[in-house]
């Protein structure tokens, strides 16, 4: 089945900093993708929706200036959480959509953000 | 999109069936139900997708009932790997911009 990595899958920073996850699909082009946030026991919540060259959509209650969302191609998209806090501090899950007729979504590993 | 509920856990063991009942009263007619399945600190991985009676794949079945207002992800010979969270989620296909709306899913503890 399609690949869809994230690095780091693992980050650890200060408050206040900023970072940087990436979302790759690796054997398919994605016109779609999807980022969520899980908080531990917890399900996973839709933060946003990015489509390749345009402004992604964000959900309601996500700050579009603290997670910016960046598709600049088929195959990437990146999420930078600006200005990072301890209550950011969450697992951060990438998926993208293969475009076929099943609109499948194929999910990242996954990235465990901690700010101390 | 359709809300789903789902038992937030269930206990089994080692070469039992499991059977996870969804409910979906709101499905709309050009609903899909899909099942994924979550590791700890893992993505998502899908297992199942069907639309009406059922589906069945090489690792578990989807018995969907004429109404489909509900669904349930069977797993035959469950192992003690099968542990994990289970989610049943509503949503349309053929719209290349659907999002996936997750619910709290069905925690399932597989026993020696």
């Known amino acids: 089945g399609a690949v869809v990595s994230q690095h780091p899958s693992r980050v650890i920073c200060k408050s206040g900093t900023s970072v940087k996850i990436e979302c790759r699909s690796l054997d398919f082009q994605a016109t779609t993708m999807f980022w969520y946030r899980q908080f531990p026991k917890q399900s996973l919540m839709l933060m946003a929706t990015?489509?390749?060259?345009?402004?992604?959509?964000?959900e309601q209650g996500v700050e579009k200036d603290k997670f910016l969302i960046n598709h600049a191609s088929l195959t990437l998209s990146t999420l930078t959480v600006t200005s990072a806090h301890p209550e950011d501090s969450s697992f951060y899950i990438c998926s993208a959509e293969a475009g076929s007729a099943y609109n499948e979504q194929f999910f990242g590993p996954g990235t465990r953000l901690t700010v101390l | 999109l359709a809300k789903t509920t789902q038992p937030i856990s269930m206990d089994s063991y080692e070469g039992q069936e499991v059977n996870i009942t969804c409910s979906h009263n709101?499905?709309?007619?050009?609903?899909?139900i899909t099942w994924y399945q979550q590791f700890p600190s893992q993505g998502p991985r899908f297992i199942i997708q069907g639309y009406k009676t059922k589906v069945t794949n090489e690792v578990a079945s989807l018995f969907i009932p004429a109404d489909r207002k509900s669904s349930t992800l069977s797993l035959p010979r469950v192992s003690l790997s099968d542990t994990a969270v289970y989610y049943c989620l509503v949503a349309p296909r053929g719209d290349s911009s659907y999002k996936l709306i997750f619910g709290s899913g069905t925690r399932l503890l597989v026993r020696p």
């Open positions: 990015s489509n390749e060259g345009s402004k992604a959509t964000y």
């Open positions: 709101n499905i709309a007619t050009n609903d899909y």
